[in-house]
């Protein structure tokens, strides 16, 4: 999705784009000459629409994506394709792939991105975030844009990530094509009709033909943005509905941990996925918690009620609307006590492991009534994992490597919605809902002799998993370098007879372990990392592609800054050079992470 620099125009019909009229040596400050830099863009981009032969598209839609799980990519393709049958022209690029001095000399820009973490730009838009927040960073007065967030409800810091980048363009003096729209987990159809209302406008003011399949002509830059693959009719809406021919269990049975196999049949479904994948399950509640929310509601013989809670409605986390109606309820409950102090921690801490049972009782008689409950109650999403096979290597089905959730805490035992799903409660005649979901950053490198390093403690192995598969497949030559971990080499290390052999035929040419409680000093693999520091800086040196794969609040972050230190110590020019190492490693797509 690499968005090419804009066409020089054709001689004397406009001026060169981004700061090339303006001399090394000219007397600006670099607040001036990002601003020039800004205006001479803005200017630049007019020519070219003036001069515009007449069976060139009115216009040009910079589709410009953050995405962390791929959703944003495919509202993007689908802006791009409604953009093409009204006449005009389309191409996406990842945020990341755009420098503001790129971004001065587009004309028109959409901005569709999702949130991460705790309010946080998604991997692939960390970099574009940076530099548009420098106050070298240009004016952007010739740039029309609209931003569309995508996120989820649930959370605190709601599409941050959109709301940010739509305030700092209309900052640097870019005007807002269309109000941004922030939409929440079921985000088809509002994308769909925003995409609709921008694509009007611009059609109004591009004077484009406006006409459903006329179909601007596609550029070669254009061409090159289309999507790699062809969408599966099987998604949210429509799951396939998979038989599950495999249900093991990997770590050992008096482990701390539950750690799965899975393997689902892809049939006829005409699925086709590449390692790195994701895969969508969509799973049902427990029965047994179904019945006993609703004999505490008094509403334990509706059937109907039932159903939908069962499939429907999520009863595990209680929604933000739940939260704030039970305060307002309850004013003199735990709850509420928690609320009042307004310290967001607290009450995350407060609510971890309750589930929407736990919070009812907690109001006792003032909770609500089944009626009033069910409008609170989010919509039952499906739960991704990412997939631990080769399409290669395993024809004809996806596996899964998921780590079950179960706990006991007071009177009760709690089990989380899709892990206990998938391990307990699909008989052998059943079938799983499952839609693949697609991540095209994540994926084996292309480039065959290429090296790999990869992180992935815990279940986080799983794409690793797949990817050595892929080069076994492949025969790639290229070396590559696992580091996994766990908490004790006996219960918990998986696949542990797979990579042995893997490593015995070759294919996994360096295997560094640390399993965190064997010893007296707790190990993990960024320990291993910074032991290895010497080897591990010479494989990025030689071309290296970085992966890192599992918990994104602790682990992700830990890795990431050993991995600074290593470039920092080998080196010998300080953190911000090692930084910028880093950050190029991110721009070349060498440095990606799937993290949750």
């Known amino acids: 999705m690499t968005l090419l620099p804009p066409a020089l125009p054709a001689t004397g019909s406009a001026l060169p784009p981004t700061g090339s009229l303006i001399p090394a040596d000219a007397p600006f400050s670099a607040q001036q000459e990002a601003w020039l830099a800004g205006f001479l863009a803005g200017v630049a981009a007019a020519g070219r629409r003036q001069g515009a032969g007449s069976d060139a598209p009115a216009a040009t839609i910079d589709v410009l994506i953050g995405t962390q799980t791929g959703n944003a990519e495919l509202v993007a393709e689908d802006i791009v394709a409604g953009a093409r049958t009204q006449g005009l022209g389309g191409r996406t690029a990842a945020l990341d792939d755009v420098t503001p001095e790129a971004l001065a000399a587009m004309s028109h820009v959409i901005v569709v991105t999702s949130t991460y973490g705790e309010g946080e730009m998604p991997d692939n838009a960390g970099l574009f975030w940076e530099a548009l927040q420098s106050d070298t960073a240009p004016r952007l007065e010739g740039v029309r844009y609209a931003v569309l967030g995508l996120g989820d409800r649930g959370y605190?810091?709601?599409?941050q990530a959109a709301k940010l980048i739509d305030t700092r363009l209309e900052q640097l003096g870019a005007t807002r094509l269309h109000e941004r729209v922030d939409c929440d987990v079921d985000f088809e159809e509002p994308a769909a009709e925003w995409?609709?209302?921008?694509?009007?406008?611009?059609?109004?003011?591009?004077?484009?033909?406006?006409?459903?399949?006329?179909?601007?002509?596609?550029?070669k830059a254009e061409a090159s943005a289309a999507p790699a693959r062809p969408r599966s009719p099987w998604n949210k809406r429509t799951p396939y509905p998979s038989r599950l021919t495999t249900n093991r269990l990997l770590s050992a049975p008096h482990s701390a941990k539950e750690i799965r196999h899975y393997e689902f049949d892809l049939g006829d479904s005409g699925i086709t996925y590449e390692a790195g994948d994701a895969l969508a399950v969509v799973p049902v509640n427990d029965e047994t918690l179904v019945g006993e929310l609703l004999t505490y509601l008094d509403a334990g013989g509706d059937a109907e009620t039932a159903e939908l809670l069962r499939a429907e409605r999520e009863i595990r986390t209680p929604s933000k609307e739940l939260i704030a109606d039970l305060v307002e309820r309850a004013p003199t409950s735990e709850l509420a006590s928690v609320v009042a102090h307004g310290d967001r921690s607290d009450l995350d801490s407060w609510l971890w492991g309750r589930d929407v049972l736990d919070l009812l009782r907690d109001a006792g008689p003032k909770a609500p009534s089944l009626a009033e409950l069910l409008p609170l109650l989010r919509p039952l999403q499906a739960r991704q994992y990412s997939i631990s096979s080769s399409p290669l290597a395993h024809p004809g089905s996806v596996h899964l490597t998921v780590a079950s959730v179960r706990y006991d805490s007071g009177q009760r035992t709690y089990g989380g919605v899709a892990s206990t799903y998938l391990a307990d409660r699909i008989g052998d005649a059943a079938t799983v809902g499952v839609y693949l979901q697609p991540n095209a950053s994540f994926s084996?490198?292309?480039d065959d002799d290429s090296p790999m390093i990869m992180i992935g403690p815990g279940t986080g192995i799983a794409p690793f998993r797949g990817f050595l598969h892929e080069r076994a497949a492949r025969g790639a030559s290229g070396r590559?370098?696992?580091?996994?971990?766990?908490?004790?080499?006996?219960?918990?290390?998986?696949?542990?007879d797979e990579l042995t052999e893997l490593r015995r035929r070759g294919t996994?040419?360096?295997?560094?372990?640390?399993?965190?409680?064997?010893?007296?000093?707790k190990v993990y693999v960024q320990t291993r990392m910074?032991?290895?520091?010497?080897?591990?800086?010479?494989?990025?040196?030689?071309g290296a592609h970085v992966y890192v794969c599992g918990d994104a609040s602790r682990m992700a972050k830990d890795v990431e800054a050993a991995l600074l230190g290593v470039i920092a110590e080998q080196r010998g020019r300080g953190d911000d050079d090692a930084a910028e190492y880093l950050a190029a490693l991110r721009r070349a797509k060498r440095y990606v992470r799937d993290v949750y």
Request: charged fraction near 30%; proline fraction near 3%.
């Open 156 to 159: 605190d810091d709601f599409c």
């Open 195 to 219: 995409t609709a209302a921008v694509l009007e406008r611009l059609v109004a003011e591009t004077g484009a033909t406006g006409g459903a399949g006329t179909g601007a002509p596609v550029s």
């Open 444 to 446: 084996v490198p292309s």
């Open 480 to 496: 590559n370098w696992l580091f996994f971990g766990d908490r004790h080499r006996e219960t918990d290390f998986v696949y542990e």
């Open 508 to 521: 996994l040419t360096e295997l560094d372990l640390a399993f965190s409680r064997d010893q007296a000093e």
């Open 530 to 542: 910074r032991e290895r520091s010497r080897e591990l800086y010479a494989w990025l040196e030689e």
